[in-house]
T-cell receptor, first 114, second 111 residues
Framework: EAQVTQNPRYLITVTGKKLTVTCSQN?????MSWYRQDPGLGLRQIYY???????DKGDVPEGYKVSRKEKRNFPLILESPSPNQTSLYFC?????????????FGEGSRLTVL | SQQGEEDPQALSIQEGENATMNCSYK?????LQWYRQNSGRGLVHLIL?????REKHSGRLRVTLDTSKKSSSLLITASRAADTASYFC???????????FGSGTRLQVQP
């Protein structure tokens, strides 16, 4: 089954404790992206990747890192999480090297930073 | 920001009625996509309309695009309780590589 898988789905952590949210897709997509969703603010793009070893900042990259060492994986790293990073995070992928086509989303990772 | 702005923010209708949601954007676009999100779940692509298209249909969905007014609408006909969800438009500006999303329209279909 074609899917984008995120882990963990739920996480409660404390300020400053490094964490990684993994994202994996099995559709051989070139394009992958991370979004955060906050009430009243919609979805905002954090980082995206056009292909392996190619990443770019989105609209709200501060406090986040990403890597794209393999085509299928695009982990989101929070080196020193802060409470303002409490949010619902989504990973998405697309079949082409630019998202002119359909984006496939994961089920989301709800992160709480205390 | 080139994100679309959906209107209304919330809409409540009875089952069987039609639901219309609108989207406005600010810049020239390559295409515009509509997505659906069930509460707390990932977004699901519904339909894409290109800048040179004016109307597109998919099942009970009808999307229109007016590039002169920089607006789009999504019509869901004969709505069902299962259509209850948030709906987002995502305009893609020519030359840009990323979709951006607004806050969506929350649709409640009463059985």
């Amino acid at each position: 089954e074609a899917q984008v898988t995120q882990n963990p789905r739920y996480l409660i952590t404390v300020t400053g404790k490094k964490l990684t949210v993994t994202c994996s897709q099995n559709m051989n997509h070139e394009y992958m992206s991370w979004y955060r969703q906050d009430p009243g603010l919609g979805l905002r793009q954090i980082y995206y990747s056009m292909n392996v070893e190619v990443t770019d900042k989105g609209d709200v990259p501060e406090g986040y890192k990403v890597s794209r060492k393999e085509k299928r994986n695009f982990p989101l790293i929070l080196e020193s999480p802060s409470p303002n990073q409490t949010s619902l995070y989504f990973c998405a992928s697309s079949a082409r090297d630019s998202p002119t086509g359909e984006l496939f989303f994961g089920e989301g990772s709800r992160l709480t930073v205390l | 920001s080139q994100q679309g702005e959906e209107d209304p923010q919330a809409l409540s209708i009875q089952e069987g009625e039609n639901a219309t949601m609108n989207c406005s954007y600010k810049t020239s676009i390559n295409n515009l996509q509509w997505y659906r999100q069930n509460s707390g779940r990932g977004l699901v692509h519904l339909i894409l309309i290109r800048s040179n298209e004016r109307e597109k249909h998919s099942g009970r969905l009808r999307v229109t695009l007016d590039t002169s007014k920089k607006s789009s609408s999504l019509l869901i006909t004969a709505s069902r309780a299962a259509d209850t969800a948030s709906y987002f438009c995502a305009p893609l500006r020519a030359g840009r590589r990323a979709l951006t999303f607004g806050s969506g329209t929350r649709l409640q279909v009463q059985p």
